[in-house]
T-cell receptor
Framework: AQSVSQHNHHVILSEAASLELGCNYS??????LFWYVQYPGQHLQLLLK??????LVKGIKGFEAEFIKSKFSFNLRKPSVQWSDTAEYFC????????????FGDGTTLTVKP | DGGITQSPKYLFRKEGQNVTLSCEQN?????MYWYRQDPGQGLRLIYY???????QKGDIAEGYSVSREKKESFPLTVTSAQKNPTAFYLC??????????????FGPGTRLTVT
């Protein structure tokens, strides 16, 4: 069975600080990896994804994530956060052999202070 | 405007009553999913369906039931057997090709309160 672990439950940063949210997964086969974001009062939406190719992927609003296969990790980064990045962030994984069935982490709440 | 609709946004029920949550998508996706979101516990999969008239249990299916009579629709019934039904319920859909890694598209959610 696949599982996802997000290391930080709540992160508080000041504007312009750098962000890194940790995500590790357990599954031995080929995986697809996602970061989803839920802004206050809005739908859960895709931030970025990796399913093949360059392990450094770029998403919306200046976010990026790096897939490190040897570490089973897919950490999310942003060099300079803004107040509007305040949201809940979820890491998710699915396996090509289990078409579409995704496992989500517990989520990280990011609060950016102006 | 393609997307997923869930209704109602807020739902209140008395304990012991079954309640059905609606989910409709016009994205022409084959797969649909129901998740439950509780504070600090992320999203937990209740049921999913990859094709009409077929569905599978997720990690927390006890006390829930679903149907998939049409590609566009995947209603979830929270039965009186569900011991802790008060939660935020999210519906999602995805295409089933490998081209996008099964990225999921989410509805706005239904917040169910049972008293």
């Amino acid at each position: 069975a696949q599982s996802v672990s997000q290391h930080n439950h709540h992160v508080i940063l000041s504007e312009a600080a750098s962000l890194e949210l940790g995500c590790n997964y357990s599954y031995g086969g080929t995986v697809n990896l996602f970061w989803y974001v839920q802004y206050p009062g809005q739908h859960l939406q895709l931030l970025l994804k990796y399913f093949s190719g360059d392990p450094l992927v770029k998403g919306i609003k200046g976010f990026e994530a790096e897939f490190i296969k040897s570490k089973f990790s897919f950490n999310l980064r942003k060099p300079s956060v803004q107040w509007s990045d305040t949201a809940e962030y979820f890491c998710a994984v699915n396996a090509n052999t289990n078409a579409g069935k995704s496992t989500f982490g517990d989520g990280t709440t990011l609060t950016v202070k102006p | 405007d393609g997307g997923i609709t869930q209704s109602p946004k807020y739902l209140f029920r008395k304990e012991g009553q079954n309640v059905t949550l609606s989910c409709e998508q016009n994205l022409n996706h084959d797969a649909m999913y129901w998740y439950r979101q509780d504070p600090g516990q992320g999203l937990r999969l209740i049921y999913y369906s990859q094709i009409v008239n077929d569905f599978q249990k997720g990690d927390i299916a006890e006390g829930y039931s679903v149907s998939r009579e049409k590609k566009e629709s995947f209603p979830l019934t929270v039965t009186s057997a569900q011991k802790n039904p008060t939660a935020f319920y999210l519906c999602a859909s995805s295409a089933l090709g490998l081209a996008d890694g099964y990225e999921q598209y989410f509805g706005p959610g239904t917040r169910l309160t049972v008293t």
